[in-house]
């Protein structure tokens, strides 16, 4: 194993992780913001509110996330429609294209995730709030989100990571991440070995970053159900 070449490379190797991190966050937070409401829509028993989101969850979760890139990166830009639209700055450059079908498969995922959160509140809570005379907004913010939330944390905790390694994808339309810089590295040395051990080292770095935030995001929000210390 040649580290020579790995120490040679390792300013690439950062550069594509904070491009890998900003993919990440990014498309985390608007999927996330896009799941919220739509899983509120999703738990509706009107089904002209629940349909569109079934159907949005159905497409995006029954179809690969590379066939997704492909689609936005190199499919929209045929039709006339979306080239002559205010749109097309946007949708012409590989990093949006990334970033927005990142942002609506992880939304997607997130979505179920949510609806089962909300859906597994207990019927007590709601109770309570109705006794107090809460309305459904006012359930929703106070007592139903918050509670979900909670619950959906540990599945969430996984869709985080998922989404981390599924941004490796971002190389395929040009992207420089952390894939992109061990492609790099590999063309310029045919070095696989070395090229894409780094990039490994770099993702499971990451990835037990995340693991670690998550188990003290769920110490902290779980801490009502360990056992108490009993007191002498």
Not at 92 to 112: Q, S
Not at 160 to 189: K, Q
Request: glycine share 6%; aromatic share 16%.
């Amino acid at each position: 194993m040649d580290f020579e070449i790995i120490f040679d490379n390792l300013g690439l190797y950062v550069e594509g992780m904070w491009l890998t991190l900003e993919l990440v966050s990014l498309s985390l937070l608007a999927g996330f913001i896009l799941a919220v409401p739509m899983a509120i829509m999703r738990v509706s028993k009107n089904y002209f509110i629940a349909a569109p989101v079934r159907l949005f969850v159905y497409i995006f979760r029954g179809t690969p996330l590379l066939v997704q890139i492909y689609i936005i990166y190199y499919g929209l830009g045929q039709f006339d429609a979306v080239k002559d639209s205010f749109a097309w700055p946007f949708f012409k450059e590989a990093y949006f294209c990334c970033l927005f079908a990142f942002a609506l498969n992880t939304g997607a995922y997130t979505v179920e995730i949510l609806r089962g959160a909300i859906a597994g509140t207990p019927f007590g809570e709601i109770e309570a709030a109705v006794s107090v005379g809460m309305s459904r907004i006012l359930m929703l913010r106070r007592i139903i989100l918050p509670s979900a939330f909670r619950r959906a944390l540990p599945a969430y905790g996984n869709e985080v990571i998922f989404m981390l390694h599924g941004t490796s994808l971002a190389s395929i339309i040009t992207l420089v991440d952390l894939t992109g810089a061990a492609r790099i590295v590999n063309s310029r040395y045919y070095s696989p070995y070395e090229a894409y051990l780094t990039a490994a080292v770099f993702y499971m770095g990451l990835t037990f970053t995340l693991v670690w935030l998550f188990k003290k995001l769920e110490f902290k929000w779980f801490a009502h159900l360990r056992p108490r210390k009993e007191t002498v």
